[in-house]
């Protein structure tokens, strides 16, 4: 692959990451950024993220490649401007929703540039402290609607995370974010919730979390994660959303139910179709 | 410390593990295993995590302490049996419930020989293979009651605990069944309810779990737990595990009226709530 001169707009977490594996792939010939926060363009240059920090429309002039690694509801707000400024640039973005942001831009003249994407990685942290190296092998990228994008551009998406290591999955925006909700939006949302049972109660019991153990720490520590993201993901995608927190509660209400009616043979089968889940994760 | 003659009742995740660091810390001349499967026996003895396998009424009799590593329900039931046969014996069990072990000797002439604990360190696995080397080391173990029992056999059981690297905590029994519901069997629950929401919708969408992240994965894992042994966890902490729940379920009520009524003022608020959790959690 040629390299190219790539603009990525928001080195946090997610840019940032994005950023050390282009670089280490010999993909980019120059990476610059684009940064809101002036402590993060200084951050984002000290620890060699990228090349030069520049304003938004500098960088989309001096760019092949525009990548969007900013909260969905920034990247909804400014799709359409982007792409009025673009000329033959590829646009990407890495949002975690991906319906609004294809709808916002439908019969946009320049559509046929963007390739709407979402790398499955993230952590509980942000900025571009955050940013960790070979943070997307072997994890994988939904590419979503690649027939509404020109073949060059959705080819060279293809290429550039089939580089940094990652496996290909494409479908529709619709049903990315159905499956969004399942396997990620909901996790956050449990997370949050459980984080605050469990903060309440400390409030009139300080020794609570003496006790607190690795199994705690798995099932909360998605409760670290910043409010600027995940508000706007449970905007943009809150019909789903809402589908499967009811599924969950109801979920949770035939636990609550076994363990009023004392019916521990329920509570088995329960757990058992619940052990089922290590087919998946092995 | 002296070394004992050492008998682990149930060697798997956890009464193996147990048995590997007593040794590694030189705490046992001899280390007994008891076990009701013939196959966890044999792999017990092949993974040399025990010197051999004796019946319950022979491994009482030729060891120093006995240590019980079953699940909570056989604890129960068997306490006051083997307290009968105990002669000198320090007694230890490593439940994770209290309070019901704790009751059910209350008063019996032996009781002095019994120190309850419960280590805050385990896995989704169990059985012998599943026995991890160093598995205590910097974890919380709880040691309740201690003054229920006699000096000799609690100091003995403090410096165990130290020796394989844990801190411990000295609390009551229905204090450790409260504070146990909050970090580590709500935990459980919400991975289980988790892991059938999604395994629910998967009946119907066989892509759904191509997506699945890290962070999915860190929420569900601990439903692939053992029913074995969370029935009788829950059974026992039934009255503290319902509050936590009730209260888990009307915590996530609030992101779902959120959501409903599109209140994203209050979504932020109860996300900054839960960030609190770094401060835990670190």
Tied chains: 1, 2.
């Excluded at 509801?73 to 000329?87: F, H, R, Y």
């Excluded at 949302?189 to 006790?211: G, H, P, W, Y």
């Amino acid at each position: 692959m040629e390299r190219k001169r790539i603009a990525v707009v928001g080195v946090g977490l997610i840019g940032g990451s994005l950023a050390l594996q282009l670089n280490e792939k010999g993909l980019a010939s120059r990476i610059i950024g684009v940064e809101a926060s002036d402590t993060h363009a200084k951050q984002a240059l000290e620890l060699g993220l990228v090349d030069e920090i520049l304003t938004m429309d500098a960088a989309i002039a001096a760019s092949d490649v525009v990548i969007l690694a900013i909260p969905v509801d920034s990247i909804v707000e400014i799709l359409p401007s982007i792409l009025d400024k673009i000329d033959q640039q590829i646009l990407i973005d890495l949002g975690s929703t991906k319906s609004a942001l294809v709808a916002n831009v439908d019969g946009h003249p320049k559509r046929k540039r963007y390739v709407p994407a979402h790398p499955m990685w993230g952590t509980e942290y942000s900025g571009p402290a955050a940013a960790v190296r070979g943070a997307f092998e072997n994890k994988a990228v939904v590419i979503c609607n690649p027939e509404a994008a020109d073949a060059d551009a959705v080819e060279w998406t293809r290429n550039m995370f089939r580089k940094i290591g990652m496996h290909l999955i494409e479908m529709d925006a619709h049903d990315h974010d159905l499956h969004a909700a399942y396997v990620s939006h909901i996790s956050h949302i449990t997370s949050f919730a459980l984080a605050n049972t469990v903060l309440e109660k400390e409030r009139e019991d300080q020794a609570i979390f003496e006790m607190a153990s690795a199994g705690f720490e798995s099932t909360v520590r998605l409760a670290k994660s910043n409010p600027n993201m995940w508000v706007p993901i449970l905007m943009q995608n809150r019909e789903n959303v809402l589908d499967v927190l009811n599924e969950h509660i109801a979920q949770l209400r035939k636990f609550k139910s076994c363990l009023e009616k004392e019916n521990w043979e329920y509570l088995r089968e329960l757990m058992e179709d619940a052990n089922r889940i290590r087919r998946i994760l092995g």
